[in-house]
């Protein structure tokens, strides 16, 4: 299997401990786990002469040889509808492709703040996503949910590391996520991660979107994703924008159901790079440009059709 970005990702060698989950914190729990680490980091780099994360520079950091699982996880209806509201899915589409994310992430903020990753889970940045179905899903299906740390790559910025997600109903596996992350500013080690090519001269404008400013708020509540950058301009520009940003993945999700047949998937692959903030409110346009009778490249841009927000490639059949 190969990350967002195309790298056939290292596994870890060492036996990974699994953990089962029978409850999960609530989402501002979850986000309370970080501070800890944010508050180290800033003891840290206020001692005299000290570089930022300069620890980690000499040597590759160590990422947990930790398996979480959730064993049965509903596809429950208010949560699917909450989702498909805010990302625009319709209910033909059925189970929306980027649905099982949402069962995996509390799983990633647990990875994230367990006390054996190196770094502050504040300011990790989610440079890319990949997500497969590889067998429909319906309403009412219980999953296995399983999450773990994979490969770590080289990037110009950091350190980029990727979290595996899996879905699987009766044993057998219906869908996966690979997300990329990057911490900022820390040598990078091991295979160079690398760019989503598409030939972008061949995109055309489909779609114009106006987004509003309570639609950060809108999807946290939807997905349970309450990163303050998305909430609020007060507590987005805590972290240096001057507005709150869309998320990520909902932009991802938006997209795929722009694109979506009429129909529900019976298997399906996008890939997505996350290339610029998209600030709230805004106005965004998608474009796109057929590959193939049921695949397409994309971007979703500012309003000017300049500066990308997303890059992906969608391929789905029904």
């Known amino acids: 299997m190969s990350t967002p970005s195309g790298i056939d990702p290292l596994q870890h060698t ?17 986000y309370a786990r970080a501070l800890p680490g944010l508050f180290k980091r800033w003891q840290r780099n206020a001692q005299p002469g000290a570089h930022p994360d300069a620890q980690y520079r000499a040597r590759p950091a160590a990422l947990p040889a930790l398996r979480l699982v959730r064993s049965a996880v509903p596809l429950e209806s208010d949560a699917l509808e909450r989702y498909a509201r805010v990302c625009g899915f319709i209910p033909e589409h059925g189970i929306p492709l980027t649905f099982p994310h949402l069962l995996a992430f509390p799983l990633h ?53 990727v979290v595996h997600a899996r879905a699987y109903r009766r044993g057998e596996a219906v869908w996966e996520g690979d997300s990329l992350y990057l ?40 997905s349970g994703d309450y990163n303050p950058i998305h909430l609020s301009a007060l507590s987005a520009q805590v972290f240096g924008f001057p507005r709150a940003i869309a998320h990520g993945m909902w932009t991802l999700g938006r997209a795929a159901a722009a694109l979506q047949p009429t129909r529900p998937l019976a298997t399906a692959s996008f890939a997505a790079e996350f290339k610029t903030p998209l600030l709230l409110p805004g106005e965004a346009t998608l474009w796109t440009a057929a590959r193939e009778a049921e695949g397409c490249e994309l971007e979703v841009r500012d309003a000017g059709g300049v500066k990308p927000h997303l890059r992906g490639r969608f391929q789905w059949s029904v």
């Open 109 to 161: 903020l647990l990875l994230l703040t367990d006390p054996a990753f190196p770094w502050s889970a504040l300011g990790i940045v989610h440079l890319a996503n990949r997500v497969q179905l590889r067998q429909p899903l319906a309403r009412g299906d219980v999953l296995r949910i399983e999450t773990e740390f994979g490969a770590q790559l080289r990037h110009p910025k950091g350190q980029a590391f």
């Open 183 to 222: 911490k900022r500013g820390v040598h990078g080690y091991g295979e160079a991660a690398s760019s989503l090519e598409i030939d972008t001269a061949l995109l055309t404008r489909t779609a114009r979107w106006q987004l509003p400013a309570q639609l950060g708020r809108d999807y946290a509540k939807a």
């Open 14 to 30: 060492e036996r990974k401990k699994t953990v089962l989950l029978e409850s999960l914190p609530a989402p501002h729990q979850l």
